[in-house]
């Protein structure tokens, strides 16, 4: 069980794609109308931060250096400069598709959190400044993501912020306090060596949780799918040109504000990955159809990018940074 927990991690992309083309055979075939997309949601996104947030050593947010400067800014990008490069994309690319539309803006508006820190260590980037971001980022989601959303989104489709806020405190807050109080527990019982063996297996478990949404997320719109095949092109493109702006303006900002390779990495990645387990988690239980079926097909197309990023891209960024 171990191995195919790591197998399924290192492969997530491979997975996640098998997935979206099963999900899409099984929503031609049956009925899955009457499916309670709403409660498989919940159920999967607490799948998909539980562990995560269980294997997250909150303390360790004190410990790590003041750099308020590439917080700020990490930040800064994560949230408002995505939401922009997202709402132009809005109304350029998604204009005549209101639910993809929505899609998109979810995606800036909800930014990376936890994944940040495993994204940093694969960067070998500074792995301590990551994780002050990402628990600051992450509870920041329930108080700026409903007013982006609702102010950029509200014009596309009807959006009630205080619903938005609810969801999304009950998404973060409660995996979060559950996990601080499981890993406690762990520690007291087994000792930190017994913890630290285990939690390497806890993004693995998450993983698990994103497979089933995008399964059912993506069934039962998947005659939507097929009947308009020109949305694959349209979503891959305009996630593309997402990725691709936010990298650009991020490395910009990272040479202009003198940072190194270490910080500047976290900037990059902190603007360009957005959060794959909430905000598909807010568009299945919220809004449905097509805009849970962009956020589907997201991860899959993130998880390439990134490693692109990292691995094709991570010498030149370092080269420039300095």
């Known amino acids: 069980m171990k191995k195919i927990l790591l197998v399924l991690r290192k492969r997530l992309y491979v997975f996640v794609a098998i997935d979206f083309i099963i999900a899409l055979i099984v929503g031609l075939n049956f009925d899955m109308s009457n499916v309670n997309i709403k409660a498989i949601s919940m159920i999967a996104v607490f799948l998909m931060l539980y562990p995560m947030l269980t294997g997250l050593v909150v303390e360790k947010v004190k410990k790590a250096g003041r750099n308020y400067k590439l917080i700020s800014l990490t930040l800064f990008f994560a949230f408002f400069m995505a939401s922009g490069v997202a709402f132009i994309l809005s109304r350029t690319v998604f204009a005549s598709m209101p639910e993809l539309a929505l899609g998109i803006i979810l995606v800036g508006a909800i930014p990376c959190s936890n994944m940040l820190i495993g994204w940093t260590g694969i960067a070998e980037a500074s792995v301590e400044d990551a994780l002050v971001v990402a628990v600051i980022g992450l509870l920041l989601i329930p108080i700026i993501s409903p007013i982006i959303i609702t102010y950029l989104g509200g014009a596309i489709i009807e959006v009630h912020p205080a619903d938005l806020f609810k969801k999304l405190a009950i998404f973060i807050f409660a995996p ?68 691709v702006v936010q990298t650009v303006l991020a490395v910009v900002a990272a040479k202009f504000f003198k940072l190194n390779y270490s910080q500047g990495m976290i900037l990059i990645l902190g603007a360009t990955a957005s959060s794959q387990a909430i905000s598909l988690a807010i568009a299945a239980s919220m809004f449905g159809g097509m805009t849970v079926f962009a956020l589907s097909f997201k991860p899959i197309l993130q998880v390439l990018y990134i490693m692109f990023l990292i691995y094709a891209m991570g010498p030149k960024i370092k080269k420039f940074l300095g």
């Open 176 to 243: 979060m306090v559950l996990g601080y109080y499981t890993r406690k527990a762990i520690i007291k019982k087994k000792g930190m060596p017994y913890f630290m063996d285990v939690k390497q297996y806890f993004p693995n478990i998450s993983a698990l949780g994103i497979l089933i949404i995008i399964f059912f997320s993506v069934a039962k719109v998947a005659h939507e799918v097929i009947d308009n095949p020109i949305v694959f092109l349209q979503v891959a493109g305009g996630l593309s040109i997402y990725y």
